[in-house]
């Protein structure tokens, strides 16, 4: 990729798919980990939208984190 979002400049509106809907995302998105989409566990750079990020990302993150709790 040649450009990088420069969250800084609101100006720069780099557009991206969000790695988990596949909707439009303008600017950083948000960081899709830990979730596991077909397999494959997105990183930092598969970006998702907030949606995504609400409704996925951080329930999965809240219940990894009950199944840690789980094991002690």
């Known amino acids: 990729m040649t450009h990088k979002y420069n969250w800084m400049d609101p100006e720069?509106?780099?557009v991206k798919s969000?790695?988990?809907c596949n909707?439009?995302?303008y600017g950083m998105g948000?960081?899709?980990q830990p979730?596991?989409?077909n397999g494959k566990k997105l990183e930092v750079a598969d970006s998702c939208?907030?949606?995504c990020?609400?409704?996925v990302v951080i329930p999965t993150r809240v219940q990894n984190i009950?199944?840690?709790k789980d094991l002690h």
């Open 12 to 14: 720069d509106a780099e």
């Open 18 to 20: 969000c790695s988990i």
């Open 23 to 25: 909707e439009e995302i």
């Open 30 to 32: 948000n960081n899709p």
């Open 35 to 37: 979730v596991i989409l």
């Open 49 to 51: 939208c907030s949606n």
């Open 53 to 55: 990020n609400d409704n």
């Open 66 to 68: 009950n199944n840690r």
